[in-house]
């Protein structure tokens, strides 16, 4: 069919300002109406390329998986609302297909007639989010979807209707989506598989914290390959890199998404790192009135002060709120840079983190030394009914006990660990410091000594001059000639052993130690606590020794991170 060419043009104002919006949802849709509860006169106009300007986009997949059973209630708001409440312009299927810096305006295509409007503009908000990123080489009528909208909600929602319990889909990518959607589509019955191309999912945590999500999942039904690149999309499935082939009958990409930085390109504004839109603390692009908020925009790193993309919807929203400030003047303060705070929910357990992974912080160390801490708390004091498991992991630089990010997987009370350790970064606390935060206790909630607390503990007690291992260090050291002490009760050997640990309790230490004279000495528990009373009288009677961090079980949770890359003929059940 052929597009119109019909073609009008939108004359100048010159009695009140003009704010064109490209893009709704989280930013725009946040610009917008704080903009409006600034100036109740200026002529605010969302342009947005999709069927929908306002809607839960991070609640999609739980449509998909029948958690939210009402499509309706993701779009939170409608064109004729926002017009009837806030005296918005808002178009749905209209796309901008250009911007004119000079004359300051843009051309808007309406989707539905393939007519054009040039529209003037004071100020242009560019808000357009991110695109799905796609395999290199797709087979034509392969069953290849992504989600990003809730166009794109309602066609996979219509092919998994039409599907039969049980039938076969593949999840290329286990960021935060790709496991959201591979967890909904198994809730629906379908067999699900999961490729990853790299190491392990929610490549924001590091290995050892990810592996155990890994079994929970396959655990339920599902089934997860890592290291495992896919090289195209078929038509029945995907091909790996390996050449194994995955049969299929709906796959869905969520391999990240592509920052949709084309207008800003086209104009001639700067672009930053990963194809964002560069931008100034205070989201102006480097051409004049035109700014950038979103996924779009590259963030400001709060560990390290570079530019880098954050894909978060609170951080789309906070901009948004914060460009509308400047932009009618209000506010010079500049955006507060990116944390990347994070959560998700992997099928019931839950994992979260803040700043670098350890993964991160040593390559961007240059040469600084990290200090790691793993923990294995209680999520809530351990004599009270139900208190659950959790890992927690900190990631400290040495020179100045700052916090450098922190990760945390289990099920009650991961989130307020992270949200209390994220509020620290913020306000500048140090990692020993975590140990005097006066935090709620009650036996239902926490501990005396909260996790966060015992973290703080372990940061002062390795500034103080106490020495670690890490769990992918060990085999080097026990090779240049270490010693290792399994120092455990004898009733928690059967959880398992380190191969060549020599078992000795920390009661018969002080009658035992002189047998390792003049060795270095590597001390484990089953969590680092009773290791660090024995490494400390290890150094008092005169031992070189060192805890190895977060003891058998990180240990432990390490392997099996490696062990999840092999081949699936040579993994462990």
């Keep these: 069919m052929q597009t119109s060419t019909l073609h009008r043009s939108v004359s100048p104002r010159t009695h009140r300002r003009r704010t064109v919006i490209v893009g709704g949802v989280a930013g725009g849709m946040s610009a917008a109406t704080r903009l409006r509860r600034l100036d109740a006169e200026r002529d605010i106009l969302v342009l947005e390329r999709s069927g929908a300007v306002s809607y839960a986009n991070c609640g999609l997949p739980y449509h998909l998986g029948g958690v939210i059973p009402n499509r309706d209630s993701l779009e939170l708001q409608t064109p004729a609302r926002m017009g009837a409440r806030f005296a918005l312009g808002v178009r749905v299927r209209t796309e901008v297909v250009d911007v004119d810096p000079i004359a300051r305006t843009v051309t808007a295509r309406d989707l539905a007639t393939g007519a054009t409007e040039t529209i003037s503009y004071d100020e242009l908000v560019l808000s357009p989010g991110a695109t799905p990123r796609r395999p290199a080489k797709v087979a034509a009528g392969s069953p290849l979807e992504t989600l990003r909208t809730l166009d794109d909600l309602d066609r996979i929602a219509d092919s998994v209707d039409a599907l039969p319990n049980g039938a076969p889909v593949v999840v290329i990518g286990a960021g935060h989506l790709g496991i959201e959607i591979a967890e909904n589509l198994h809730r629906r019955g379908l067999a699900v598989t999961v490729a990853q191309s790299e190491d392990r999912i929610l490549p924001i945590l590091d290995a050892e914290m990810t592996a155990p999500l890994v079994d929970h999942l396959e655990q339920l039904g599902l089934t997860v390959r890592l290291g495992a690149p896919v090289a195209e999309v078929t038509v029945d499935g995907v091909l790996l890199a390996g050449g194994e082939r995955l049969l299929a009958d709906l796959v869905i990409a969520s391999m990240g998404v592509i920052p949709d930085a084309g207008l800003a390109r086209t104009a001639g504004a700067d672009l930053g790192p990963a194809g964002t839109i560069a931008v100034d603390d205070l989201h102006r692009t480097s051409i004049p009135g035109i700014y950038a908020i979103g996924d779009v925009a590259g963030k400001t790193d709060a560990i390290d002060g570079t530019t880098r993309p954050v894909a978060l919807a609170g951080l789309a929203n906070r901009h948004g709120r914060h460009v509308a400030d400047v932009i009618a003047g209000v506010s010079e303060a500049p955006a507060k840079p990116a944390l990347g705070t994070s959560i998700i929910d992997v099928a019931g357990a839950t994992a979260a983190s803040v700043g670098w992974s350890e993964t991160v912080a040593r390559a961007r160390a240059r040469g600084r030394e990290v200090r790691i801490f793993h923990t294995h708390p209680l999520s809530h004091a351990g004599y009270y009914p139900g208190a659950q498991p ?50 709620a206790y009650a036996p239902q909630f926490g501990s005396a000594k909260d996790p966060v607390n015992q973290l703080g503990y372990l940061a002062r007690n390795r500034a103080g001059g106490d020495r670690t291992v890490q769990w992918h260090e060990l085999d080097d050291a026990i090779a240049g000639g270490a010693v290792l002490l399994d120092v455990r009760a004898e009733g928690q050997l059967a959880e398992g052993v380190i191969p060549g640990a020599t078992w000795i309790p920390v009661e018969e230490l002080r009658d035992r130690h002189s047998q390792f004279k003049g060795r270095p000495l590597i001390v484990h528990c089953r969590v680092g606590q009773g290791a660090h009373t024995a490494a400390r009288l290890l150094a008092e009677l005169g031992h070189d020794v060192r805890n190895l961090d977060g003891g058998y079980l990180t240990w432990r949770d390490g392997m099996r991170a490696r062990e999840l890359v092999a081949p699936p003929g040579a993994r462990a059940a």
């Design 390 to 439: 959790m890992s927690l992991k900190l990631v400290v630089a040495a020179s100045d006990d700052r916090i450098l990010g922190a990760q945390a997987v289990g099920t009650e009370g991961v989130a307020r660990r992270i949200d209390v350790i994220a509020v620290a970064m913020s306000a500048g606390i140090t990692a020993s410091a975590l140990a005097d935060l006066e935090l």
